[in-house]
């Protein structure tokens, strides 16, 4: 896949919502970041669907947007990469559902200067590694990874979610990052991947739900990433089945 994503025009949280049609009922979705670009694709099926909608994302790392719900941020749906980090907000929002699963990966510049070719590379003292913090479903992960595999690591840095991690490798600025096996898959050939086997490697389940003071008629975004044109989307972009 040979996509743009990382120049996705996705809609701020705090500006107007992606469409023109100002009698749609706007529908604020706070989802992870690993989302970004399937959720984007998502949203413009959806409105094309539902003309009576608008999807407005907020993008970021789930424990973050977990931390905005909390504070009272105007939230309709919040879709999190781990449900422990949607628990942090659970009283806030109804029962949630799973919809996606994702895996890690390491990424690396193209031409993997450093020679990173397994996982057991990335304990090299002389690899710039770069992670997502714990507080993150992918730093949370990336730390059962390497505990499972009884790797000892120090990164140079701790990133507040995937796609910080990911734009570094991008930029240089680090010889590999752990991801998820999606966002590779997003940055194209910006980045190049080194695969982690399953029997090692670590699986989130993303799960959604509404808040409790949902717009009426947030369900229905619910309902269309679970359905078959919402699976499809979230397959194209390397999203594993529930």
Known sequence: MNRAVLAAIVCPFALAACTNNDDATTITVSAAASLTDAFTEIGEAFEDQNPNFTARFNFAGSSTLAEQINAGAPVDVFAAASLPAMEKAISALDEPVFFASNSLAIAVPPGNPANVNELGDLSNSDVVLVVCDAPVPCGAATNTLF???????TPASLEPDVRAVLTKVITD????????????AAAGDQ????????????????????????TSGSQEFIDFVLSDAGQQILALWGFGSP
Do not use: S
């Open 191 to 214: 980045v190049e991947q080194v695969a982690i086997p399953d029997a090692l490697n670590v699986t989130n389940q993303y799960p959604m739900a509404t808040t409790v003071d949902a």
């Open 173 to 184: 600025e680090a010889d590999a990052g752990v991801v998820y096996r999606t966002d590779i």
């Open 147 to 153: 505990e499972r595999n009884g790797l000892t690591i």
